[in-house]
């Protein structure tokens, strides 16, 4: 029989911010060897490289140029910094800026894994399932599996 372990409020609050900030270091980059074509992901064709003409080298070169500045790894507050918006005057509406009213609606509670509507939650990390089935799996691969 398993001992779960149940977690007080502050410590899952601090887990999830942990787990958002490794998420947030983790920041998506595009594959170059495959291309996303009209919704279909194929391989590039592959070019000869007999030719050797002037051309099809420099188109190479930008080529790879632009992919380079495409991919480059940013999060959201290094590209905000970026940006400089918060050295904009007060009254230009901006990221920092723009605030929205509390909902009028109590928040929906999601399931972790499959992202159905939840009645339960983790006792150990706070998550919400739905299901047995996806407590199971939220035990098996999310529960606490980001924390250190």
């Known amino acids: 029989m398993k001992h779960k372990v149940i977690l007080d409020q502050t410590t899952r609050n601090r887990n999830i911010q942990h787990h958002l900030n490794e998420l947030e270091r983790d920041n998506y ?13 194929t391989k590039p064709r592959r070019t000869s ?6 051309n099809r080298k420099t188109k190479a070169r930008s080529k790879k140029q632009l992919l380079s500045q495409l991919t480059v790894k940013k999060n959201l507050n290094a590209l ?13 509406p ?3 800026t723009a605030i929205a009213g509390p909902s009028r609606y109590p928040p929906r509670k999601f ?7 939840s009645n339960y939650s983790c006792k150990t990390c706070g998550m919400k399932y739905c ?4 407590l199971e799996i939220h035990e098996e691969t999310r529960c606490m599996k980001y924390t250190v």
């Open 94 to 96: 901006t990221y920092f």
């Open 49 to 54: 490289e007999v030719d050797t003409s002037q």
């Open 111 to 117: 399931c972790s894994v499959c992202g159905y509507l």
């Open 131 to 134: 299901s047995v089935k996806c």
């Open 29 to 41: 980059a595009e594959v170059p060897e495959l291309e996303i074509v009209s919704g279909t992901i």
């Open 80 to 92: 905000l910094e970026e940006s400089r918006i918060d050295q904009l005057p007060p009254d230009i």
